[in-house]
């Protein structure tokens, strides 16, 4: 892609920002897909079109990096980048993630105890302010937009390309399957494995019961040695399945995965929340109806679901990080409250300089938490499970993933984040007439849930964003 086609995209975007600033109008930016569980709503006269953001503009074989646009997806950027040898040092897990998405959501994945979030794998970031100006952001130019902007969710400007660094790739990885126990042992496993930088290259694991939980842990290799296990066809078994058929074998267990089934070994079925649709339509959970369903069991395709269906207002959908030794605790209370299995638990170096994400986390290591729970009809009741999940997180110095659902009173919210920080920082950045974080995460309206409806417009293709007039 030409630079200069680049350029004409910025200077429209910059040019329709400056408009909304002169007129002091807040707008919202429209990417054309979403991996927020909020049901998102647009106006027509209150968005700034960003969805052609989409191109890869150069690989740097030498220097090991990429400058992409922010709404190239994971897949597409790790098939370009796998092309030169080449990989991100972080790759969320769902394909259909963006890289804007991801550095404005703060995302991370299994390799983050090593490397952070995807937002500090990033040498720059191009903004354009909310007064319209186009700037650099750096760890040495304009540190405070580049670490504040992380998990900012677009509220102190518009990415509009960045810098990403990449490692030299290998065509497997190896994983290792190995049964922990309970959290206690699973999380001091994970601790002392997170130590060991130079031996694994990922590490997560899964919670079955409070007594049966999987640590796993990858390692990049050239050639495999035994047989070849696969986690993206539609014939394959989805991934959390197997591992608790491993683990139903109490045994450790070591297997070869391809680099593109291992980083999106989580897609197909959405982690394990694709089973709820089963439940849904009363269709036993089998692995021929799988098998069958699949076209519709990815996360593109279940993201499109839940927007069109409101589904996310009735089943839990939480994702926490919480300082290490907080996090057994944590656990047991999830278990004791709500029972809700499977657990994700996936290790996280933090990023102090990134207020939005990791401040008050003072640790080596944080713990991620994915609540990913079943439905709950009554509203009422649905918001209160919401409501002391995050009483509980606050309890534990805690924060959570924006595109999760927040409950906060906006006292609460602040009490929680730096307030007076953050509106210096849209101050300087002309960031003032733009939402604020508060404003596009907090649940403010509560929608019709039509689940079926949501299935069904997706599989038919005509689920789409709220776009109103």
Known sequence: MATDTHKEKVSRISAKVREFYDLKKP???????????????F?????????????I??????RKVAIVEPNV??????????????????????????????????????????????????NWVEYVQGDGTVVM???????????????SCGSLGVITSTELQLLTAKPFVEITYMPSGNFSKTIDMIAERSKRLSDFDFIDAIAFTKDQSLVITGKFIYKPSGKIRRFTRAQDQWFYLHAQEILDKDEVVTECVPIKDYLFR????????????????????????????????????????????????????????????????????????????????????????????????????????????PRIPDYDEFKRVNRNIEK???????????????????????????????????????????????????????????????????ILGTARLRIEK
């Not at 927020?36 to 709503?41: D, K």
């Not at 101050?427 to 069904?456: E, F, M």
Request: glycine share 8%; aromatic share 14%.
């Open 57 to 62: 503009i150069s690989i740097d074989t030498k």
């Open 392 to 458: 509980k997180l606050a309890q534990a110095d805690g924060k959570k993933w924006m595109y999760a659902h927040t409950y906060y009173t906006e006292k609460e919210f602040w009490n929680i984040y730096d307030m007076l920080w953050y509106k210096e920082l849209r101050t300087a950045y002309g960031a003032t007439t733009l939402p604020t974080i508060y404003d596009k995460v907090v649940v403010k309206k509560h929608y019709s849930v039509n689940a079926k409806r949501g299935l069904y417009a997706t």
């Open 43 to 55: 106006k027509a006269d209150e968005l700034i079109d960003v969805s052609d953001l989409d191109e």
């Open 27 to 41: 707008f919202r930016v429209f990417h054309g897909s979403t991996n927020s569980t909020r049901i998102l709503s």
């Open 137 to 151: 952001s750096s760890p040495h130019e304009r540190p405070d937009l580049f670490y504040g902007a992380a998990g």
């Open 73 to 122: 997806p994971m897949d597409r950027l790790v098939a370009a980048t796998l092309q030169h040898g080449l990989i991100p040092p972080v790759i969320p897990e769902f394909p259909g993630i963006t890289v804007g998405g991801a550095i404005q959501g703060g995302a991370g994945e299994s390799s983050s105890f090593k490397w952070g979030f995807l937002s500090q794998t990033t």
């Open 266 to 373: 989580y897609d197909r079925g959405a982690f394990w929340v694709g089973r709820f649709a089963f439940e849904l339509f009363g269709v036993p959970f089998t692995r021929f109806r799988r098998f069958l369903l699949n076209p519709i069991l990815n996360t593109r395709k279940l993201y499109q679901a839940l927007q069109e269906s409101g589904a996310s207002q009735e089943y839990i959908v939480q994702d926490l990080t919480l300082p290490i030794e907080k996090s057994v605790d944590f656990l047991n209370y999830i278990d004791s409250t709500l029972a809700i299995y499977p657990l994700w638990i996936c290790p996280v170096k933090p990023e102090p300089r990134s207020p939005l994400l990791c401040n008050g986390i003072d640790t080596e290591l944080s713990i991620n938490i994915g609540v990913w729970g």
